[in-house]
């Protein structure tokens, strides 16, 4: 199974201040996703990202957010503005075997005071 | 849209007895069923899919899952629960043709006793 790292494992922010999520596969991949798991409630697709440009996104995925991919490796998950409602574990996941199975990194824990 | 239901917020077992997560879908074609679990402050593992072929899936850690396309299910069974087994499960499913999008279930919680 690719492994996939996520960084910070936690991060706390005040609200309306921008924060970025990071996650680096370990081999080289051109597709990945993100998405939330806002606590106790299911998981939830925000965007997926192919080849440096969004391929599909949610209605979750507002003008808010932004996905990157910096230097070729990692990838990135940018929130302007945060607001409380943000606080969530955010995953990125990677394609893995056939069949549009998904591998998933560890998630980071936002929490927005 | 596609959807998934998983009716159980949680399901409670007996150690060595035999479990079944409960798992139903809503596609318009043919459904790419997954089944994920995840043990607290961890990410989402991968246990098995459903795309085409033997109903019967088998997958990782002695799980198995079976594709019923009358009763548009795929529930996740294993013959002898294991108390390292207590997790959240998550049945998803692939949105729609060309896209990877997943549609998760509300997730289930699986709790077995010793």
């Known amino acids: 199974e690719p492994e996939v790292t996520q960084t910070p494992s936690h991060q706390v922010t005040q609200m309306g201040q921008e924060v970025i999520l990071r996650c680096v596969p370990i081999s080289n991949h051109l597709y990945f996703y993100w998405y939330r798991q806002i606590l106790g409630q299911k998981v939830e697709f925000l965007v997926s990202?192919?080849?440096?440009?969004?391929?599909?996104k949610s209605e979750i995925f507002d003008d808010q957010f932004s996905v990157e991919r910096p230097d070729g490796s990692n990838f990135t998950l940018k929130i302007r503005s945060t607001k409380l409602e943000d606080s969530a574990m955010y995953f990125c996941?990677?394609?893995?075997?056939?069949?549009?199975?998904?591998?998933f990194g560890p998630g980071t824990r936002l929490t927005v005071l | 849209a596609q959807s998934v239901a998983q009716p159980e917020d949680q399901v409670n077992v007996a150690e060595g007895n035999p479990l079944t997560v409960k798992c139903t879908y809503s596609v318009s074609g043919n459904p790419y069923l997954f089944w994920y679990v995840q043990y607290p402050n961890r990410g989402l593992q991968f246990l098995l899919k459903y795309i085409t072929g033997d109903n019967l899936v088998k997958g990782s850690y002695g799980f198995e899952a079976e594709f019923n396309k009358s009763q548009t299910s795929f529930h996740l069974k294993k013959p002898s629960a294991l108390v390292s087994d207590s997790a959240l499960y998550f049945c998803?499913?692939?949105?729609?043709?060309?896209?990877?999008?997943?549609?998760f279930g509300t997730g289930t919680r699986l709790k077995v006793l010793a």
């Open positions: 990202f192919y080849n440096n440009e969004i391929s599909e």
């Open positions: 996941a990677i394609p893995g075997q056939g069949g549009g199975v998904q591998y």
């Open positions: 998803a499913v692939r949105d729609k043709v060309g896209t990877y999008k997943y549609i």
